[in-house]
């Protein structure tokens, strides 16, 4: 990484960001060119920061829940189904959104301060300690 350039965002680009950004935010295209933006912006700080992030994760992977807590962040919040429907093309329901979402939030919570999140403690079936956490709409 010492040439400084974001190869990640060679994969994800600015421009492939914007117009899935579109295909999600359609009805609302002003939406969809901020929160387009402010992807590619995070991507590139997050790359910077801890390139090993983006390891194994599909483009799919990353934009979902990243466009799922951007949607919460602008007020305009899509479901994961319809985020993952919009990226795929596909209309069967995944986890990936949820699971990638979380991975936003655990990996690099500060980029999400404004969002309200919510702590849940338990014990699973075999008894091991867990803290999940939850997101919370915005009001």
């Not at 579109?22 to 790359?47: C, F, M």
């Not at 466009?67 to 919040?77: A, D």
């Amino acid at each position: 990484m010492s040439d400084n350039k974001c190869y990640v965002c060679l994969r994800i680009s600015p421009e492939k960001t914007l117009k899935l950004a579109h295909q999600v935010w359609n009805e609302d295209p002003a939406t969809a060119r901020k929160i387009g933006l402010e992807s590619s912006q995070i991507i590139e700080e997050v790359y910077r920061r801890q390139p090993v992030f983006f390891c194994g994760r599909t483009t799919t992977r990353i934009l979902s829940g990243l466009f799922y807590l951007l949607g919460l962040r602008h007020k305009s919040q899509k479901s994961q189904t319809a985020i993952w429907s919009a990226l795929t093309g596909k209309n069967k329901t995944a986890n990936t959104p949820s699971i990638s979402y979380r991975s936003w939030i655990g990996a690099f919570p500060e980029l999400f301060d404004d969002l309200k999140l919510d702590f849940i403690d338990g014990i699973d079936r075999q008894g091991y300690y867990y803290r999940r956490r939850l997101l919370l709409k915005n009001e």
